[in-house]
């Protein structure tokens, strides 16, 4: 069974429901018993059609499920409505269908949650890390966003902003979770790019390629995670990074700055320079600044706080970091680090401990792990 063509039809499947007049909770529910079927049915008999023949059977599970609880003349309707049998029009709805899921009648946050785990695959639990929020709390607001659009038929789609913060959270996670969608939300974010003449368009997009281009070196061969200063950078993919660049130049030269293109020219930074020791710290501050102005984020002003203390010292960048709330994703490990730099290793090894009991991901936890266990074996000699 192969399980990458499911996930990628998933998303056109849904669309094309939707836009034959289902609502979008009972769509999801139908795709979601078509692919069930097609695990059990496929290995025998595979379709010549793989598209056509789940859009046909999760429109009759849809109409099976409407049966239940329509009336005689809308039952009537839908059956009228039924796709006749045939090939599955070659169209790739997935982008449409993230501007559905971005509905006026949903709060930003909703929308993008809704996105994430309708069409982008992740499971509540990736979205709620995502958030920073409890999985409890995310599962209710993906219930509430699907019952406030269940029923509504999606004629006036979502904004672009919106889009965008799903994508850039789709990237995210699928550059650093167990869900590979990064390559997807590249594709993604191209075509909406060539769609759509907007700076912070291509500012995600300069931004997903300039780290796109260094993905192989970010782990070992063994999965251990290999932090940025550590990576070989003569394997940095160099023509996604000029590409990425010259985006990014495109877009800044329009003079409306976003938050997406400020990250980006953080990242190019990072890789224009030919070593960890000579990158341009005090530029990569001055656009944590430009950063904290556009989004006001805790995150951000932790990341700025790190920035600063590779720009002016350690004990400047663990001056900034104090005013900080210390229940901050990463805060112990970025004090950790700059207590390392600043000479002291006791307090450095501790807090590296303390990050790793927190960390989100498995690679995450075992470099810290392995971090605070160099400082201790330092200690003892």
Not at 86 to 110: E, I, K, M, N, W
Not at 162 to 181: A, H, I, K, Q
Not at 244 to 262: K, M, P, S, T
Request: hydrophobic fraction near 45%.
């Amino acid at each position: 069974m192969d399980e990458a063509l499911l996930r990628s039809l998933t998303p056109s499947v849904l669309a094309i429901l939707v836009r034959r007049g289902a609502d979008f909770a009972a769509a999801e529910d139908a795709v979601q018993d078509a692919l069930v079927e097609a695990v059990r049915v496929w290995p025998a008999d595979p379709p010549r059609d793989p598209k056509a023949w789940l859009v046909t059977v999760a429109w009759r599970r849809f109409l099976d499920a409407a049966r239940a609880d329509a009336s005689r003349r809308r039952r009537e309707d839908l059956v009228d409505e039924e796709p006749a049998p045939g090939p599955a029009p070659a169209v790739d709805d997935t982008l449409q269908l993230y501007f559905l899921c971005a509905h006026p009648s949903l709060t930003p946050s909703s929308a993008v949650a809704l996105t994430l785990r309708a069409v982008g695959g992740l499971t509540t639990r990736q979205i709620a890390q995502a958030y920073l929020v409890p999985e409890a709390t995310m599962a209710q607001r993906i219930s509430r966003a699907k019952r406030t659009v269940s029923g509504v038929r999606f004629d006036r789609p979502g904004d672009v902003a919106t889009v965008l913060r799903v994508l850039y959270l789709v990237f995210n996670e699928g550059y650093s979770g167990d869900v590979d969608l990064a390559a997807e939300a590249v594709r993604l974010t191209r075509q909406l790019a060539a769609a759509i003449d907007h700076p912070e368009v291509a500012g995600l997009l300069a931004l997903m390629l300039l780290h796109h281009a260094r993905r192989a070196t970010r782990t070992a061969p063994d999965g251990s995670l290999v932090p940025l200063a550590e990576q070989d950078r003569s394997r940095w993919d160099t023509k996604t990074i000029a590409e990425g660049v010259r985006i990014l130049q495109a877009a800044l030269a329009r003079d409306r700055l976003g938050e997406f293109q400020a990250q980006a020219a953080i990242a190019a930074l990072h890789a224009d320079a030919p070593t960890a020791g000579e990158t341009d710290w005090v530029q990569i501050v001055e656009w944590y600044d430009e950063l904290v102005r556009l989004t006001g984020s805790p995150v951000v002003r932790l990341n700025r706080a790190v920035a600063v203390g590779e720009a002016d010292g350690p004990r400047a960048g663990l001056a900034a970091l104090a005013e900080l709330d210390d229940s901050l994703p990463r805060h112990a490990a970025a004090a950790a680090y700059l207590h390392e730099r600043d000479g002291d290793p006791a307090t450095a090894a501790r807090l590296y401990a303390e990050a790793a009991r927190k960390a989100s991901n498995l690679a995450e936890r075992d470099y810290l792990t392995r971090q605070a266990a160099r400082l201790n074996a330092r200690r003892c000699r």
